[in-house]
Every structure is written in C-alpha cells, then in structure tokens.
C-alpha cells in the first residue's frame, strides 16, 4: 500500500493524509503497553505516517514524554504536532508567557529542537481576545525564533475557529467531531475561511469519539443517546455489508478534498494496520447513501460539551 500525502494549506508542509494522533500514549483511554506504543510509532513511521500529533494536555504531559522516546532516532522523518494553552480538564492558559514556557517545555519531553506545528489548543476555552491579541503573536514569535515552522489553532467550536481566524493569521486549524459519516457542518463554517486564507485543515475523530466502532462509547460521552443509536445502526449495516465501520469512516475523511490529515489515534501495530487499509480501500456508492439515509436523523448534531458555539 502506497501513502498519500498532501501540502498542508499555503505552508511548506507535506503531510501523509493518514496523521498519528498519539493522545492514547498518554493512557487517556486507559493503560497502554509502553512497548507495544514504541512499536507502533515506529511501525507507522516504516509505513509512510508522517505527521504525528500530540498535546501536554493528553496524560499530563505522559504522551509527549512517550512520544519523544519512541521518536529517538526517527525524529527527522516525521512531521512532529504539539499544543499549547489547555494544561488540563478546566486549567488552560493562553498568554504569552505561558505558550512561550509551554513551547520550551514540550521541545524537551520531545526531545527536539523544533517543532513543526505548535497550535493553541481549544481556543474555545480561552478569551478569543487574548488569543487573537497575544497567543497567536506569541506563536508568531516563535516561529521567527525557528522553534516552530508551523502555528495554528485547535478546538470543537467551529464558529469560534472561523472567528479567530478571520481576525488574526494562523497557518493551520485542527478540528475534531465536526467532518465524518455523521457530520460534516466542518464544510459549511470552517471550510470558506481556510480556502480564502489558504490555512490547512486536520480533520480528527474520524470514529465521532467512538461512536462510529463496535465498543460504542462509553458512559460520559457527550452524544445523545439517539446519536449512539444511529451510531450502532451503522455499525451493524457496516458488518452486514462484510466491512468493518471504522475503515469505511476513515476512507470517507480520507476522500475530503481540502483536509491535508485525518487524525486517528493509535496505540498498537494492529491499529495502525487496520488504519493503513483505508489506503487501498473505496466505498460501495450503494452502501453510503444507505448509511446517509440512517444518519440523516442526526446528522450535523453536535454535543455542547459546555461551550456556546457562538461564542467569540
């Protein structure tokens, strides 16, 4: 299987389309082998995965550290993604100090002397004053240093992202839950201000946080039940059909025509395989418009989380 790889907006990126989001290294979705981790980062290096995408906030600080040890040695071949300003579950910090301690910071437990892509993360938590006015120069800044190459910003809120990003110019935007078989309101808000500015996309959560797999989620998640229970009925027309749910959702976000990455988490060398077959694989046309017609109920409904989508 050969990898795709896109330019990440108007940036001098190229990035494979299928991105590592390595948040499970930091046991945010429960304990990891720290072994079968390493192995897996490598394995998806040898398999042509290049951009790697990770965050202080995913096991406080635990998935950087083990992202900076599985990449010793690999360092130069990968496309390397962190965040700044969101610390914990309500503790973030979005001035200039702290992105600026917060860049030092992760340069360490990564072990590196530069980061390709630093972006402010869920800015929808934050003042989208102070991130216009202060973090992203602060970013800025960075990159003048050469610390960073890339700077952008990350969140649910899709009209909090458009809204900062028609006031101050970032390079890239990460989205999360708002582009795949249940959603796609990613193209209707976000998607006219990054083509007029040329800003590169990362789609992630493919899965709708789990919806979209044979587990299903577990109790505290956001959805609604209704929305759980679209979920398994895809899943189920999906086993039907002899295909699993999970490759055809990440072939459907692989499909997108702007989005440079889709991000998957991954914690083993079976997840990176299974991931790696969307690569080769297409969807049966009569078996998407029969999901669409399923999810047509729900679709474009997204979770609260305890933001206003409007704010900012």
């Known amino acids: 299987m050969s990898m795709e790889y896109r330019q990440l907006g108007a940036t001098e990126l190229q990035v494979s389309t299928i991105g590592f989001g390595a948040a499970p290294l930091g046991d945010v979705y429960g304990k990891v082998d720290v072994a079968e981790t390493t192995a897996a980062v490598h394995e998806a290096i040898d398999s042509g ?11 406080l600080t635990l998935a950087e550290s083990r992202l900076g ?5 690999y360092r130069d071949k990968v496309v390397l993604a962190t965040k700044c300003g969101r610390y914990g579950a309500s503790e973030f910090d979005f001035s200039a ?12 437990r990564l072990k590196t002397d530069r980061l390709d892509i630093l972006q402010a993360h869920d800015v929808e938590f934050g003042d989208a004053d102070q991130v216009v006015n202060e973090t992203i120069p602060a970013l800025r800044r960075l990159q003048e240093q050469g610390k960073v190459r890339v700077i952008g910003i990350t969140g649910l809120s899709l009209k909090n992202l458009a809204a900062i990003a028609r006031r101050a110019h970032v390079d890239c935007m990460i989205t999360y839950c ?50 759980r229970a679209v979920g398994r009925q895809v899943v189920e027309l999906c086993k039907a059909r002899g295909v699993s749910a999970p490759l055809v959702a990440l072939r459907y976000c692989l499909d997108h025509s702007y989005v440079s990455s889709t991000l998957v988490g991954m914690a083993s060398r079976e997840l990176v395989r299974a991931n790696l077959k969307a690569l080769e694989f297409s969807i049966d046309p009569e078996l998407l418009v029969e999901i669409q017609r399923l999810v047509a109920p729900v679709h474009n409904q997204i979770w609260d989380s305890g933001l206003a989508e409007n704010r900012g």
Request: hydrophobic fraction near 40%; include cysteine.
């Open 178 to 227: 708002r582009y795949n078989l249940m959603i796609s309101d990613m193209d209707d808000v976000l998607l006219p201000v990054a083509e007029e500015r040329g800003i590169g996309v990362i789609n992630a959560s493919p899965l709708h946080m789990g919806v979209l797999t044979e587990d299903g989620v577990p109790e505290w998640h956001p959805s609604s039940l209704e929305i």
């Open 97 to 108: 100090a702290s992105v600026t301690k917060s860049c030092e910071d992760s340069l360490q």
């Open 69 to 73: 040890e599985a990449l010793v040695g």
């Open 49 to 59: 995965i290049t951009l790697f995408d990770v965050s202080p906030y995913y096991g």
